[in-house]
């Protein structure tokens, strides 16, 4: 199939797959294999080791490239192996910059282990293209952004980074994670790479780590191929296919996480008791109208403010519907204590700069009754 022929939904099922030539399985099969018989000496099917390729994987990579609009697809072992790849294909002396609110993870990615190879990293607030044009250096050949971020819910102007990073020769590259291709698509903005935790929605169900790098761009999935091949931090067969079934109901799931997040951010917004609701789906949030152009809606991913850590800790301990657990995008709703948890590994400082406090709690909204999640929100609030 031609996947531009076909809207999201018929991709989400269908892009990158055919029943099976040998047995005719509509399901792609599990290539559970390590190597592959040669016809000759260099000559194979298209396929010689399971590092370098697997027929599960890219039916999983082109199937997600479909989702966003790319032309090719990179699999990775994790979201954090995806990004440092996309890292990698720089060299040392080479300046990134980053968004100062995206996953702790990446902060401490490349804060920590990256720049003690020579990668010199600026944190700027994104949100403001100014901030994003005072850091270019001579050397800046990457700027890295998340949208919305993880947990603040900071929105940044995809299409002006990606003017900024044109005018400067760099690549764009946009952490698509909460939105998911369903909500927005960054290549049609003018981003040159989409990366994914498809451990997350594109997973949906709390089975897989994985991550995953979407572009177009010829030179960056060259050099993203010999990174798979070179670095072998590749997803197992079973991984992929998880995924790939869970891509099959990404436009059901997302529109339920949608209309979930909508109804739980309102009534927490008109709750005395949450200081401050994180989501951009609401009309006051500072970059609403930002969000609705470039987004189609708005998830299940926002965050309250408690006031203080005891307050945060007792609502995390009251939920019932709501588990504390690390992690966001399956079917079932979480609660996470970002300072503590996501974002432990970044300094106490740099996290309150962002506005990361301690009585800042995350929501991933799942798609149960949305009735009762809000009964157990209202029954787990601190009274004031």
């Not at 939904?9 to 030539?21: E, K, N, V, Y």
């Not at 966001?328 to 700069?353: I, K």
Request: proline share 5%; with cysteine; aromatic share 6%.
């Amino acid at each position: 199939m031609k996947p531009d022929n076909y809207r999201f939904a018929t991709r989400a099922i269908r892009a990158g797959q055919q029943p099976d030539p040998t047995t005719g399985a509509i399901m792609t099969p599990i290539y559970q294999t390590s190597t592959y018989a040669q016809e000759g000496i260099g000559v194979h099917k298209g396929f010689e080791y399971a590092r370098v390729s697997n027929p599960t994987r890219s039916a999983l990579e082109a199937n997600v490239a479909a989702l966003e609009g790319a032309d090719h697809g990179a699999a990775f072992a994790s979201g954090v192996a995806a990004i440092e790849a996309l890292a990698k294909l720089h060299s040392a002396g080479d300046h990134i910059i980053c968004g100062a609110n995206v996953y702790g993870g990446t902060d401490r990615l490349f804060r920590q282990v990256l720049s003690r190879l020579g990668l010199e990293f600026s944190f700027v607030d994104t949100r403001d293209p100014v901030a994003i044009e005072s850091a270019l250096r001579p050397n800046t050949r990457m700027i890295f952004i998340e949208t919305p971020t993880n947990p603040l819910m900071h929105v940044t102007d995809i299409a002006a980074a990606a003017q900024i990073a044109r005018r400067q020769g760099a690549r764009l590259v946009v952490d698509n994670t909460f939105a998911t291709p369903y909500f927005q698509r960054p290549l049609e903005l003018g981003a040159d790479a989409i990366v994914h935790s498809s451990t997350k929605y594109l997973n949906g169900h709390s089975d897989v780590v994985g991550g995953i790098v979407l572009t177009s761009d010829g030179e960056i999935i060259e050099g993203l191929r010999f990174l798979q091949k070179s670095a072998g931090a590749v997803p197992g067969p079973m991984d992929c296919w998880l995924v790939l079934r869970g891509t099959k109901t990404l436009h059901v799931r997302m529109a339920a996480h949608d209309r979930n997040g909508r109804r739980i951010a309102e009534r927490l917004h008109q709750d005395p008791r949450a200081l401050r609701v994180f989501y951009a789906g609401l009309p006051d949030h500072p970059q609403h109208e930002l969000a609705r152009r470039q987004m189609s809606g708005f998830g299940g991913m926002m965050s309250i403010e408690l006031g203080d850590r005891e307050r945060a800790e007792r609502f995390c301990r009251a939920t019932r519907l709501f588990t504390l657990a690390e992690s966001l995008g399956g079917v079932e709703s979480l609660v996470s204590h970002p300072a503590a948890m996501t974002h432990a590994a970044v300094p106490q400082a740099e996290r309150e700069a962002m506005g990361i406090s301690e009585g800042l709690v995350r929501l991933s909204v799942g798609i149960e009754d949305v009735d009762d999640l809000l009964n157990d929100l209202d029954q787990a609030l601190p009274k004031r």
